[in-house]
């Protein structure tokens, strides 16, 4: 049994240092600014935004650095927001953070739960909640950041602070560095992030070297046929019937082309064709996601896909080759391993050697890709968000606790923000050494 190297006084919601806890000076210095960091946590929670719509987030975090000080820029790949403290000679290391939320309506129960509807990109009414935990990176990038403003003895070179839009679409970080994010400000020496989740018990930390998270493309795939009478299908092209063998002939592609050892998956999210039980419709949309590590595999399923799709048609005698778009793509997050090591080693002595695993790589996706395969040597560490009884039980029980995206999610927000500033004051303090 793991005993928590941080015990959490919740009558008091500060941190006492145990045998191996974190230097007493930290520790006070991050129970001083929590107070404000719930503040802001509990505001941005109640407020979420949708992604490339986060203007009023990116100007609550924009206005919080100006209020330390930070050389802040706004309107960066749309919305993003893009911070420096320079402080003598030294590396450039980034920090980044997302801001956006999810269509999800909150089921939480919380006094502070989200209530915000609005019109999604396509004019429809939708619920909005910080699902994937947004809300958590952007109020302890922000107490990171009290901190090292404070203390500038400890560290030099420049702290490069990026709020980035659209993570959950997958394309803001694309949009930042098309909008100059690595020539109009600093080209980060070494870049880190921190994704929270419930596969941890708050106070952990995780890492994976190397390929950590997926690639991830989303396909639309449309297939045409020759509509009709239900009751006379000789006289049609059922794209129905074509999407039906091209759903199962995908399934193809990892079972049978892709070595067993290179994960990989191709998952058919949505279909849609028709309108009535008499009529035979003139086309049928799929919407797949695609993911892998290798981007030699990533590559492959992308080119079957496209092949298999244009194959089934062509059996079906379809009147027109479907249409095959990738509409979203982010690379597979490659953590490199020796960066991983250095931030680990540091993190051990902070917050103790029985809370910063080494974990197993996971299939979900983080657009914070695009900086590692921009250059940019990466880190991205999982943070423990779950109560660590009811992580307990969890394990026991076999059911597994609301994940990310789901309407159900609640951190254990308040163990889970120290260890979140502790780990990203460590790192940062530590890279910029």
């Given at each position: 049994m793991k005993l928590p190297v941080l015990?959490?006084?919740?009558?008091?919601s500060v941190f006492v240092c145990g045998a191996d806890a974190p230097p007493p000076d930290l520790t006070g210095q991050v129970n001083a600014v929590y107070p404000k960091v719930e503040q802001l946590y509990m505001d941005i929670h109640q407020h979420?935004?949708?992604?490339m719509h986060e203007t009023e987030t990116a100007a609550k975090l924009a206005a919080q650095l100006r209020g330390l000080g930070y050389d802040v820029t706004t309107g960066v790949g749309?919305?993003?927001?893009?911070?420096l403290l320079k402080n003598g000679a030294g590396p450039t290391v980034m920090l980044r953070t997302e801001l956006d939320a999810l269509p999800v309506e909150e089921k939480t129960g919380w006094s502070f739960a989200s209530r915000v509807h609005t019109k999604d990109d396509s004019g429809v009414d939708v619920p909005v909640m910080h699902a994937c935990g947004h809300d958590i990176h952007m109020a302890a990038l922000v107490g990171t950041a009290t901190l090292l403003a404070r203390d500038r003895q400890s560290w030099h070179?420049?702290?490069?602070?990026?709020g980035q839009p659209?993570?959950?679409?997958?394309?803001?970080a694309a949009a930042m560095l098309k909008d100059g994010l690595f020539t109009r400000f600093p080209k980060p020496d070494m870049a880190f992030a921190m994704h929270d989740g419930n596969g941890l018990p708050a106070g952990e930390v995780g890492f994976a070297p190397g390929f950590s998270l997926t690639s991830a493309d989303s396909v639309d795939i449309v297939i045409y046929g020759r509509g009709g009478h239900g009751a006379a299908p000789q006289n049609t092209v059922d794209p129905i019937v074509i999407a039906a063998r091209t759903v199962l002939a995908l399934q193809t592609i990892v079972s049978r082309e892709i070595n067993p050892q290179d994960p990989a998956i191709i998952t058919v999210g949505s279909i849609h064709g028709g309108t009535k039980h008499n009529i035979i419709p003139e086309q049928v949309k799929l919407q797949l996601t695609v993911r892998a590590y290798k981007p030699e595999v990533r590559k492959h399923l992308l080119e079957a896909i496209s092949r298999i799709a244009r194959a089934e048609s062509e059996a079906g005698n379809a009147p027109r080759p479907p249409d095959v778009k990738v509409v979203e793509?982010?690379?597979a997050q490659y953590n490199d391993p020796k960066l991983c090591e250095r931030i680990a080693a540091d993190l051990r002595q902070t917050l103790g050697t029985a809370n910063v695993v080494q974990i197993a790589p996971a299939t979900p996706s983080d657009d914070f890709a695009e900086f590692s395969a921009a250059g940019v040597p990466t880190a991205m560490f999982s943070l423990g968000a779950a109560d660590p009884e009811k992580f307990a039980e969890a394990q026991k029980s076999g059911v597994p606790l609301p994940s990310n995206h789901s309407p159900y999610f609640a951190p254990d927000y308040n163990p889970t923000l120290h260890t979140a500033i502790l780990s990203e004051t460590t790192v940062m303090m530590e890279l910029l050494r």
């Open positions: 015990t959490l006084l919740l009558s008091s979420p935004e949708l992604s749309g919305t993003g927001v893009v911070a070179g420049t702290l490069m602070l990026v659209a993570e959950e679409r997958a394309n803001g793509s982010t690379p």
